[in-house]
């Protein structure tokens, strides 16, 4: 009977033992997620109103008309300032308030609002913006801020934990977690991030927020998510936090981002491809063209020669080059192993700049902003495509809206300036020259012309 018992007792007990040990074996976020979350912030932006009221995110991300919430535009309808809508997220890098996010979080923003998480809310200064890596950097008045602990992606290896926090649809630090599913993920439409792919269930608002490994520190920030049905299937996508770092680097001391230029136009290699030129594998990039006066010409690189390594990183594919190169300091010195007639050789190829349209604007914004601008307004001469098309002789255009007077008076960017206080506006100095005499105080009369209406609205200096 004793024997029996035994054979009976012992299965069902470690059966009751078997979801302690199970539970034992999951990681434990609560201490990760206490020291953390302090330093994730909401960013909300007030968007430009021609861009915001007439196009609304599709379920790719893609802009789709809006039709059923504006019919029309009356010319004596004053122009309304839109109400700040939440878009992502963010994190505090630097206890003097700089932040992380992503470019698209805040592209066309007029206005950049930071809620933190003691509920303060303060109005962000963008220090600079790169599209090609999609990061942001913002700059808040603020001391003794908490910061994140910032990590080494390089490090993440496939299958490991990791955690997002987030505002997901507005709800502030929300906590999700997954595992890593990939790494260096290169995805058609972005040529220069080697994401990080995860399970971590990301939605609309998570985009800017951070990815954290166990240890507390951040390696990646949270940007995309594949999807068919506009929401989370299970593919989420990170920027790795070295590759923001040193963008957010760039941006902090210069504004633009540069990065290197080898010159050539390559292409994958196939099982075929690989045997023809004595590969044992299929990988590397095959150099389809080398671009006449490009660096890729000055080092020697020949169009047929294969890149299996650049600067001791191996190439498997041919979307693995673009990356490495770019984050190379253009004016450094890229050591480039090719594989050229069956045998290999190294070449030493002096990286160039690759042209990048931040770096103008950037310089075109900084030319522009007149240093005692009382309207808080960025303003440039009337191009001739406005004139034709909106019919406008005269005037200035709106590139930029910060906060004060013309933000107060309804202003947005793409507005044409014909007329100040009865006087018409001929070009930028004399609109400047104008502004600075503007009494305080009263309203005087403004007339734009906003996407063909003409309208006069009241502009008041306090």
Same mark, same amino acid.
Do not use: C
């Given at each position: 009977m004793s024997a029996i018992r035994k054979l009976v007792v012992w299965p069902i007990a470690a059966i009751l033992l078997l979801p302690t040990l199970v539970f034992a074996s999951l990681p434990d976020f609560k201490r990760l997620v206490k020291q953390a979350s302090p330093a994730v912030v909401n960013i909300s932006t007030v968007q430009s109103e021609s861009r915001a009221r007439n196009l609304l995110p599709g379920p790719q991300g893609e802009d789709v008309p809006e039709i059923f919430r504006h019919f029309f535009q009356f010319p004596d309808q004053k122009?309304?300032?839109?109400?700040?809508?939440?878009?992502?997220?963010?994190?505090?890098?630097?206890?003097?308030?700089?932040?992380?996010?992503?470019?698209? $979080?805040?592209?066309? #923003?007029?206005?950049?609002?930071?809620?933190?998480?003691?509920?303060?809310?303060?109005?962000?200064?963008?220090?600079?913006?790169?599209?090609?890596?999609?990061?942001?950097? /913002? +700059?808040?008045?603020?001391?003794?801020?908490?910061?994140?602990?910032?990590?080494?992606?390089?490090?993440?290896? $496939?299958?490991?934990?990791?955690?997002?926090?987030?505002s997901p649809f507005g709800f502030d630090h929300s906590?999700?977690?997954?595992?890593?599913?990939?790494?260096?993920? #290169?995805?058609?439409?972005?040529?220069? $991030?080697?994401?990080?792919?995860?399970?971590?269930?990301?939605?609309?608002?998570?985009?800017?927020?951070?990815?954290?490994?166990?240890?507390?520190?951040?390696?990646?920030?949270?940007?995309?998510?594949?999807?068919?049905?506009?929401?989370?299937?299970?593919?989420?996508?990170?920027?790795?936090?070295?590759?923001?770092?040193? $963008?957010?680097?760039? /941006?902090?001391?210069?504004?633009?981002?540069?990065?290197?230029?080898?010159g050539v136009i390559i292409q994958e290699v196939n099982k075929d491809l690989a045997e023809s030129f004595g590969l044992d594998k299929p990988?590397? #990039? /095959?150099? #389809?063209?080398?671009?006449?006066?490009?660096?890729a010409l000055a080092g020697g690189l020949l169009e047929g020669d294969v890149i299996i390594r650049f600067n001791g990183r191996e190439i498997q594919r041919s979307s693995d080059l673009p990356h490495h190169v770019g984050r190379v300091r253009p004016g450094e010195v890229a050591k480039v192993q090719v594989v050229r007639g069956s045998r290999k050789q190294v070449?030493?190829?002096?990286?160039?700049? /690759?042209?990048?349209?931040?770096?103008?604007?950037?310089s075109h914004q900084a030319d522009s902003v007149p240093k005692h601008n009382r309207l808080n307004l960025v303003v440039a001469e009337l191009?001739?495509?406005?004139?034709? +098309?909106?019919?406008?002789?005269?005037?200035?255009?709106? +590139?930029?809206?910060?906060?004060?007077?013309?933000?107060?008076?309804?202003?947005?960017?793409?507005?044409?300036?014909?007329?100040?206080?009865?006087?018409?506006?001929?070009?930028?100095s004399q609109f400047s020259e104008m502004v600075s005499n503007l009494p305080s105080g009263r309203a005087v009369p403004m007339r734009i012309v906003r996407r063909g209406s003409p309208m006069f609205i009241p502009l008041k200096i306090k």
């Open positions: 122009p309304q300032r839109r109400a700040p809508q939440s878009l992502g997220s963010g994190f505090i890098i630097s206890d003097d308030g700089y932040i992380l996010t992503n470019h698209h $979080v805040i592209n066309e #923003a007029e206005q950049v609002i930071v809620r933190l998480s003691d509920r303060r809310e303060l109005e962000a200064r963008v220090i600079g913006s790169d599209k090609r890596s999609d990061v942001a950097l /913002l +700059k808040i008045d603020a001391r003794n801020l908490p910061t994140v602990k910032v990590g080494r992606s390089e490090r993440l290896e $496939v299958g490991e934990w990791v955690l997002a926090i987030g906590v999700t977690a997954g595992i890593v599913s990939a790494t260096e993920r #290169a995805l058609s439409n972005e040529t220069y $991030v080697p994401f990080i792919q995860t399970d971590v269930a990301i939605n609309p608002g998570n985009s800017g927020g951070p990815l954290f490994n166990l240890d507390g520190e951040v390696v990646g920030i949270n940007s995309q998510i594949y999807t068919r049905s506009g929401g989370f299937m299970g593919l989420s996508f990170a920027i790795p936090i070295d590759v923001a770092m040193e $963008v957010s680097d760039q /941006l902090r001391g210069q504004g633009f981002v540069s990065r290197g230029w080898l990988s590397g #990039a /095959l150099v #389809a063209k080398v671009l006449p006066e490009s660096p070449l030493n190829v002096r990286i160039g700049e /690759l042209p990048d349209t931040n770096k103008a604007l950037a191009d001739d495509e406005r004139r034709a +098309k909106w019919n406008v002789s005269n005037g200035v255009v709106i +590139k930029r809206v910060m906060r004060g007077a013309a933000a107060d008076a309804g202003l947005v960017v793409g507005d044409v300036i014909t007329m100040l206080n009865g006087q018409r506006i001929e070009s930028v």
